[in-house]
């Protein structure tokens, strides 16, 4: 069983680097109605208790992970911007102190938002932390990771466009139950801009308690999409972003950003790099001279994996947004193939889709190829904007289907990346089909860097963790 498990991982690796078998998926998903959870339901539940703090979030707050930020909202008034924290549950024996401000869009008022940075924490340690006073404190608890090193293993779930509807729930609840220990998350949170006026602030408000009951627990690593823009001049709100950039701290200072939009940090074996699909680009701009420099400071030898988020994807071949991604990829490609990035995760189109390993870096309008090759230096393109939002699935995939994909389906769900050393991670997509998580397209990933560099086979030990744990599906 054991040979035949290496037999079809090896078979289906091949697959991923000749691109020899694409598949569109004829799943046809019973999904339930995209509209948003009513305002009543228990999932948007206030805590209980005067000033009680709510919409909980955390998030990476330095370089390489000893650190985090600690957001929440109090609504009567301002309250202990305080946490307290420690080792024990029942000894809090550490506190820090934050900030809080608040702000307005149209006439909706916030509350009041925390944040608080705790720092110099110890790797591979579970915290308990709580936040608030007297019977209307809450008590939380999230875990560090491992010390930056090649060989780190980790756990990475991978969410997009979530929203706040019953799909987004069931997303949600699935991603929960992975087992995954930090979220990338890509872009399109809320959807508050879909409403108006003060519903656009009262759907920001919701979407925080929907999401708390893994955001207090674990980081989000946040990039933003379109609908975080909130760009609505009817309503004389024309400061693109205010909702998300008020909300959600990043810790891009640490990174050298000068943008809280675009960023980077190092977590366990893997350096993860944040673009912003909405903000300029184009060369000498902020964002594209970050960019160039940050890839420059990647160690390879430190941490192995090379990951990058952004909103649009690069290569689509869905007729939602088709070729919005062209002008970025024709700015970043080549660097991400020079830097032997391994994969790249974005949202935006509302579907899932995997690309093989393709570039398309040598056309220059007049000369070279016009279409994609295969590159055995390209990363990886996966294209997971399936979190559940309001809009509904998209459903329509350009025929026929392009050599560069590997695997598409208009469903719902999330991702994980389970990272086991330096050489090997596992990837799952994982359907919701009618309720129930279904593993649907997995891969073994090799990396880039490590396997031109320094090729290794699957040792035995990790073929029998993959094989007890049923990580792979075979295609």
Known sequence: MLLH???????????????????????????????????????????????????????QGDYDGKAVIIS????????????????????????????????????????????????????DTKYYYRIGSGDSSRDFWFKTPPKVGPDAPYKFGIIGDLGQT??????????????????????????????????VGQRWDTWGRFVEKSTAYQPWIWSAGNHEIDYMPYMGEVVPFRNFLNRFPTPYLASKSSNPLWYAI???????????????????TPQWTWLKDELKRVDREKTPWLIVLMHVPLYNSNEAHYMEGESMRAAFESWFIDH??????AGHVHAYERSYRYSNVDYNITSGHRYPVPDKSAPIYITVGDGGN?????????????????????????????????????????????????KTDSFVLHNQYWGSHRRRKLNKHLLVRLFDADTITTI
């Not at 109605?33 to 339901?41: Q, T, V």
Request: proline residues 4%; contains cysteine; aromatic residues 16%.
């Open 266 to 284: 190092r977590r366990a074996s893997a350096h993860i790099i944040v673009i912003s699909s909405y903000s300029p680009f184009v060369k000498y």
């Open 72 to 123: 929440w909202v109090t609504t009567d008034e301002p309250g202990s911007c305080k946490v307290q924290y420690g080792t024990s549950e029942n000894k809090l024996q550490d506190s820090a102190d934050g900030s809080f401000t608040n702000y307005t869009f149209y006439q909706y008022k916030s509350g009041f938002i925390h944040q608080c940075l705790i720092e110099d924490l110890e790797y």
């Open 390 to 438: 309001q809009e509904g699935l998209a459903s329509r995939f350009t025929e026929p289907q392009p050599q560069y994909s590997a695997f598409r389906e208009a469903s719902y769900g999330h991702s994980t990346l389970e990272i086991m050393n330096r050489t090997h991670a596992v990837y799952h997509w994982n359907r919701n089909d009618d309720g129930k998580k279904v």
């Open 5 to 59: 498990f290496f037999l079809a991982s090896f078979v289906f690796l091949s697959s991923v680097k000749d691109g020899s078998a694409r598949i569109t998926s004829s799943f046809v998903r019973s999904e339930y109605p995209s509209a948003d959870i009513p305002l009543d339901h228990e999932a948007f539940a206030v805590p209980r208790g005067y000033n009680a703090p709510q919409q909980v979030h955390i998030t």
């Open 166 to 199: 019953f799909n987004s729930l069931s997303t949600l609840d699935h991603y929960i139950e992975s087992g995954a220990e930090t979220v990338l998350f890509v872009g399109d949170l809320s959807y508050a801009d879909r409403y108006q006026y003060n519903d």
């Open 340 to 345: 032997k990035v391994d994969v790249i995760f």
